[in-house]
């Protein structure tokens, strides 16, 4: 939950996802130090909830790994696609753009009316989220 906090302030939220997700975790001398976590949406349509590394070993590598992992686990599952929700500015906005998703939607006054508090991101409000969708077909329209 701790890590998982780190991508999702609102433990609620966390927790009424969980049920029906995967949690992947990587590990690093048997200690967990990253978790992504996925819920179906419908026949073969994914949606990625969550991904965080512990502070102390991000931009090691461990992310990218752990959300290359989960892409090929899905492609190998038959999955047509997997989506995910970020905010519209950030760098997570290309560490998941660097592995084929792309932008599909705008969800507009998302972290407003969906959080009880303001969410930052580099000290700038978070308002709308961007849709974006990995498509196994890499057509992202599709
Ligand atoms: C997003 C996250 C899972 C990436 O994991 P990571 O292990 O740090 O990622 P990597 O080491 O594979 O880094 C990949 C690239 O992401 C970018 N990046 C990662 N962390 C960054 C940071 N704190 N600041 C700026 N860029 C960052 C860099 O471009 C990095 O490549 P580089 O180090 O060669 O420049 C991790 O940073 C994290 O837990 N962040 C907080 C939670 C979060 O925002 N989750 C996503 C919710 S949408």
Partial sequence: MELLLLADPSEDKVRSYLPRSKCF?????????????????????YELMSIAVHADHQRSGY???????????YRECGASRI?????TFGYQLAFYQRQGFRVTGIDHDFFVSNYQEPVFEDGIQLLDMLRLTLTYTGDASS
């Fill in 25 to 45: 975790v990587a590990l690093s001398s048997g200690v967990v130090i990253g978790a992504c976590v996925v819920q179906p949406l419908g026949t073969g349509i």
């Fill in 63 to 73: 992310g990218t790994a752990l959300l290359k992992w989960v892409i090929d686990f």
């Fill in 83 to 87: 989506e995910v929700g970020t905010g």
